[in-house]
C-alpha cells in the first residue's frame, strides 16, 4: 500500500512541490492524502488544489489553545486516512498531544544543520553567525522542537558575503532533495530508529552522484 501522507504547510510550500513532483513521477511510493495549512493565504494549498490533492485550512488563531487547533487537525488528518505526518515549512509548534498521536511517523524538513541553529529562522540565524558550513536536515520528530533522530543532512559552503537569503535560497534546492529522499526510504519501511540513531537498510538502488559544492549524507539515489 501507498504511504498515506498529510503534509503540512503554512507559506509557499516549495517542498510540498518537491514531494508533489516526486510522487508523481513515482520517486515515492506515497499518496499525498491531505495538504493542511494553519493559513488561507498559503501557497501551499495553491499548489496543491492545481494537482488535484485534498486542502484543509484549519487558522490557528480561530482557537483557544494550541489543544484545540491540534485536535481539529487531527481530526481532519485521520478524516483523509492519512497516517504519516510531512512538515514542510509548517510553522506552528505541536503540542506533545498531535506529537504522540502520530509518533513514530512524523517528519520535517529544517534549513539548518541541527543541533545547530534550531527554530524559525535557521538559515538567517547561520549566516549571521558566521559559519562556514551550513546546510539542511530531515528528521523525525519528537516532543522537542528540531530535535529527533536525523534522517539525512545536506551541508553547503557558506559563500564570502553572502547574507541570510541568498544562503537561503542555496539551502532550499538541497531541501527538495534530501526531504523527497528521506520519505521515499520511509515508505520503504528502510528506516530504524535505535537510540536516536537512524540506520537505513541496504537496498540495491543505485546512488546519484555526489553534488558538486555539497556534501550530503546518507547518499542520494539516483533521482533525488
Ligand atoms: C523551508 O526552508 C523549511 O526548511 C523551513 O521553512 C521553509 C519552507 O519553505 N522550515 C523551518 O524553518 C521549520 N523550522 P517552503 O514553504 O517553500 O517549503
Redesign the pocket.
Known sequence: MSLPLAVL?S??????QAIIDAVEAGRIDAEIRLVLSNRADAN?IERARKHGIPTAVVEHAAFASREDFDREMIRIIRAHGAEVIVL??F?RLLTPMFIREFAPNIVN???ALLPSFP??H?QRDAAAYGVKIAG?TAHFVDEIM?NGPVIIQAAVPVMAGEDGAAL?ERI?AY?HRIYPQAIKWLAEGRLRVNDRHVHLEPSDAPLAAQPQGALVSPPLEEGF
Open positions: 504547510v507559506g509557499g510550500g516549495s517542498n510540498l501551499g514542510a515549512g510553522m524538513i529544517h534549513p527554530g524559525v535557521g539542511c528540531d537561503g532550499l531541501e
